[in-house]
């Protein structure tokens, strides 16, 4: 569901793009896959516009995560969006 929201919004379909990294993060959630869920928080948060107030919730959350997770690649990813001057 992750690679689909991708691919969906990719071919312009923001929509169903968003449906599927929310599919996507119920399932993470669901199955206790905090790596997917850190994932689908922050695609979620960087395909919002800059001044949608979920925006830094989900970034916020996929930050946490990504730290958890000692994942550093990811990490400096959600920092670039959330700190960005």
Do not use: K, N
């Amino acid at each position: 569901m992750l690679w689909q929201g991708c691919a969906d919004w990719l071919d312009g379909s923001d929509d169903r793009a968003h449906a599927a990294w929310r599919g996507c993060l119920e399932q993470a959630e669901r199955f206790g896959l905090p790596y997917e869920s850190a994932r689908a928080h922050y695609e979620i948060g960087r395909h919002l516009e800059p001044t949608h107030p979920d925006r830094s919730a989900h970034l916020t959350r996929a930050e946490a995560e990504f730290r958890r997770l000692l994942i550093e690649p990811d990490i400096r990813r959600v920092h670039a969006l959330l700190y960005r001057p």
